[in-house]
């Protein structure tokens, strides 16, 4: 059973931007993006917590912003002045109690199956 589906990467230059979705099944109490690069460890990039304010990672603070349409079950990410360091798999996740630090991967149950971003020129 697909709880989680993501789509919305793709190829975009230097600069550009990107609005990724996440359709979800069920309400949860927390949810985030996460990414991957090849090499690198999974990063929370962007985590909410149900009415809470948005939590943003160093990296994407000022130019990525989460948002969540519960009454579609869909989450957004959108990305801005996109960077080629910015290029990864990004994964929605979903967690079933509330979190305080939402960008720990630890606090998730549920996991996306991943779109891929890639920043080049």
């Known amino acids: 059973q697909v709880r989680l589906m993501e789509s919305g990467g793709g190829s975009v230059q230097p600069g550009g931007s990107l609005k990724l979705a996440c359709e979800y099944r069920?309400?949860?109490?927390?949810m985030a993006w996460f990414r991957e690069a090849p090499g690198k460890e999974r990063e929370g990039v962007a985590g909410?917590?149900?009415?809470?304010?948005?939590v943003y990672s160093d990296s994407v603070k000022g130019r990525f912003t989460i948002s969540n349409d519960d009454a579609n079950r869909t989450l957004y990410l959108q990305m801005n002045a996109l960077k080629p360091e910015d290029s990864a798999m990004y994964y929605c996740?979903?967690?079933?109690?509330?979190?305080?630090?939402?960008?720990?991967?630890?606090?998730?149950?549920?996991w996306g199956q991943g779109t891929q971003v890639t920043v080049s020129s």
């Open positions: 909410i917590n149900g009415d809470s304010r948005p």
């Open positions: 069920y309400s949860y109490y927390v």
């Open positions: 996740a979903a967690g079933i109690h509330w979190s305080d630090r939402p960008l720990d991967s630890k606090g998730y149950n549920f």
